[in-house]
């Protein structure tokens, strides 16, 4: 692939990830209550399921994933009961220090595969790779090492964006420093994850 062909590519995938979604909620609303411990597990997760419909895209898998549609569902579900959950913690959490350690319960597996089916079920990231990827440009001449070098591109974007996020919400922890202001926080963010849950429902 030529360098312009790349540069779409990097320039329209960054808007994307860029706009809030149900995975910006779920980064943003985790750091924000629990701080940046797990941040890089579900990051990670969600950067991988991004590379999953790259791929789909890429090697025109569309018809089959439109074949087994319901485990796509099933798939998008999971997300959006695994926001529900993010949510309900979050509303639940008392209103102590926003400097306390993360659970000892919550695994970096558990977060990664949490942060995967959010964005496998993710209506925006699907719609990203599936609809407007081949109207950037020719899949057809994808080949193994243009195919390299737009998950290398994905990896670098989405990184960027993500890590951006996550020192935003680190920084806007330090605001919250009274029980009441903590308590408003956790029922905020519990809020948004819970309308960003329902909006993967209902897609």
Do not use: Q
């Not at 629990?34 to 991988?48: E, F, S, V, W, Y």
């Not at 990231?125 to 737009?150: C, W």
């Amino acid at each position: 692939m030529n360098w312009m062909d790349l540069a779409t590519f990097a320039a329209a995938l960054f808007v994307a990830a860029l706009a809030p979604g149900p995975g910006i909620a779920a980064i943003v609303g985790r750091v924000l209550v629990r701080g940046r411990k797990g941040a890089m597990a579900m990051c990670t997760g969600m950067m991988l399921g991004d590379v999953v419909w790259l791929s789909m895209a890429v090697f025109g898998l569309a018809v089959i994933a439109h074949s087994f549609a319901s485990i796509f569902v099933a798939v998008r579900y999971a997300g959006a009961a695994y926001l529900l959950y993010l949510a309900w913690r979050m509303w639940t959490a008392p209103a102590g220090s926003l400097h306390l350690p993360a659970p000892a319960g919550e695994r970096a597996g558990r977060l990664f595969l949490g942060g995967l089916a959010v964005t496998l079920g993710n209506p925006k990231t699907i719609v990203f790779y599936l609809a407007l990827m081949p109207n950037l440009f020719d899949l057809k001449l994808v080949t193994p090492f243009a195919y390299a070098e737009l998950v290398a591109i994905t990896f670098a974007i989405l990184t960027t964006v993500f890590g951006g996020y996550v020192v935003l919400a680190h920084w806007a922890r330090g605001l919250f420093s009274t029980p009441r202001a903590v308590r408003r926080l956790n029922r905020g963010v519990g809020a948004v994850i819970a309308g960003a849950a329902a909006a993967i429902a209902a897609r």
